[in-house]
């Protein structure tokens, strides 16, 4: 008889674990709180416009392509990945930009331009950040850390890679111009981390971008979801939406099934958590049967920022603007707005944004002739008691007249929908504690072993996936979170 698993959530960690253990022979049945699949990457479909709620930026592309063929089937029948070129087009605060792809010597050449000496540097910086994407994403990122020996173990060759540096200060070491600092190092916050704070480890991403290239999936991310919502069904999984978990069953020590918010049960061997790790231990399992994961330990934990998002559409092309399809504007106080924004737990009046215009590739995102931009803000999460049912319509106005002053010409005459989220949505939709957009701040004492682990400490048979475990956050480090979920249930079974 075949084994059950139940997984809890929808995020890219869910679908992924999902269909690797149907691939095995397992039989799954997926639960999902809201009426879509995707969790973060959860589909906005208004008045014509498809936005994309969450990741825009496709980085190791082969990570889908592994779930696909485990299965017998090809990634490309169901969805298509185009290469982005540039990865990113980096705004100063003075308009001025920088484009970035993979193209080693394209990048020199826009390093020219600001400062001809860091060109020598870059070079370096590059090298070495493939010795720590060679031991961060190859050799550990699918490999779980369920013992502290498994951190001793590595201990000295990350000490060696120089882990206690910050990513910031890494790329500091070769490159001289504070803008390009800047560009060779914000990538800790496309998973939750302040460049100031978030170990070097991270300066991963730069060699993993240039390995593979930043794609984008035609039809938004969201089409990969479709994509993997057919795929689990095609493998004979069960899909349930509108069905909210209210309570781990426990048994002994021994996960046992789950409760319902409408008070049904489904009993199962072994449960895989893509729900928030902390909102799970501190909401689905009652604290006398949590030794470890106590109340007390989560709210010590460190968090990752949260997210002020404005998705919008215009009845206006904006294709002779300066804007790529991934932008991000860098205001002019960069340092002091990210230590407002981690360690004060203070809203600003100034920001830095990213912003997506997914239609100078992808018409199809809106109606013809018009335009869909998304755009987002890194904000504190709730623990800077900000008042967001007050604060919101502020923020936006400052936000979007910002856009329309120095980016989007006559943009708020031209909008024709529009749509917010703010830290109250991660807390109360998402269900991330603290209102946090990518769960545990990827910080050294956070990584790795520190990092809540892939198989409970507390209950037996429940495992965890997504953003908050290991590795953290983004797509690379879920799908490989599922890899490390599917190894692990396998082995034991």
């Known amino acids: 008889m075949k084994k059950k698993v139940i997984v809890i959530g929808s ?10 253990l149907l691939s095995n022979g397992f039989d799954v049945e997926l639960f999902e709180k809201r009426d879509k699949l995707g969790g973060r990457a959860y589909v906005y479909e208004i008045d014509g416009f498809t936005f994309d709620g969450g990741p825009t930026v496709i980085t190791a592309p082969f990570l889908f392509d592994e779930i696909f063929e485990a299965a017998g089937k090809k990634r490309s029948d169901y969805v298509e990945f185009v290469p982005c070129d540039p990865f990113y087009r980096i705004f100063n605060d003075e308009g001025r930009k920088f484009d970035y ?4 010597e394209f990048v020199l050449s826009e390093i020219e331009k600001w400062n ?12 070495t950040t493939k ?3 060679d031991k961060g994403f190859t050799e550990l990122a699918d490999k779980p850390f369920l013992s502290i020996w498994d951190m001793l173990k590595v201990a000295p060759d990350l000490i060696k890679l120089q882990s206690y540096k910050s990513v910031y200060s890494y790329a500091s ?13 914000f990538h800790p916050l496309l998973v939750g981390g302040n460049p100031f704070q978030t170990t070097s480890i991270y300066a991963m991403i730069h060699y993993l971008e240039r390995e593979w290239g930043v794609h984008y999936a035609m039809g938004g991310t969201g089409a990969i979801v479709k994509a993997m919502e057919k795929l689990i069904l095609e493998q004979g999984g069960k899909i349930h939406k509108s069905a909210e978990v209210d309570q781990i069953l426990i048994e002994n020590g021994t996960a046992k099934g789950i409760r319902l918010k409408d008070g049904t049960e489904h009993k199962t061997d072994k449960i895989v958590s893509n729900a928030d790790v902390a909102f799970t231990y501190r909401h689905m399992i009652p604290e006398s049967k949590r030794r470890k994961y106590t109340n007390r330990k989560i709210e010590r934990t460190k968090y990752s920022m949260s997210l002020f998002v404005i998705y919008f559409g215009t009845k206006k092309r904006y294709l002779d603007s300066e804007l790529e399809h991934h932008n991000i504007i860098l205001g002019e106080r960069y340092k002091g707005l990210l230590e407002d924004i981690f360690n004060k737990k203070e ?32 904000v504190p999460h709730l623990d800077s ?4 049912t007050q604060q919101a319509k502020h923020y936006r106005d400052a936000i979007m007249n910002f856009l329309e002053d120095n980016y989007l010409p006559g943009l708020q005459e031209n909008i024709v929908t529009e749509h917010h989220i703010d ?8 269900n991330s504690y603290k209102g946090s957009a990518f769960s545990v701040e990827p910080i050294l004492t956070q990584s790795a072993w520190f990092r809540p682990h892939n198989r409970s400490e507390d209950v037996e048979d429940l495992y965890f996936v997504g953003a908050g475990t290991h590795p953290g956050a983004g797509l690379p480090g879920v799908l490989s979170s599922a890899k490390i979920a599917e190894n692990l249930i396998c082995e034991e079974i």
């Open 11 to 20: 995020g890219f960690g869910g679908l992924a674990t999902a269909s690797r």
């Open 385 to 388: 008691g900000t008042d967001w």
């Open 347 to 378: 809203l600003a009046e100034d920001f830095s944004l990213y912003l997506h215009m997914p239609t100078k590739r992808d018409p199809s995102l809106a109606p013809e002739g018009h335009e869909a931009f998304y755009v987002l803000s890194p």
């Open 101 to 104: 792809n993979g193209d080693h």
């Open 423 to 430: 830290p109250l949505h991660f807390q109360n939709t998402l």
């Open 116 to 127: 001809p000496a860091d060109k020598e540097g870059y070079t370096k910086f590059l090298q």
């Open 173 to 185: 070491q070769f490159i001289e111009n504070d803008f390009l600092r800047k560009c060779f190092s």
């Open 131 to 133: 010795a720590i994407f």
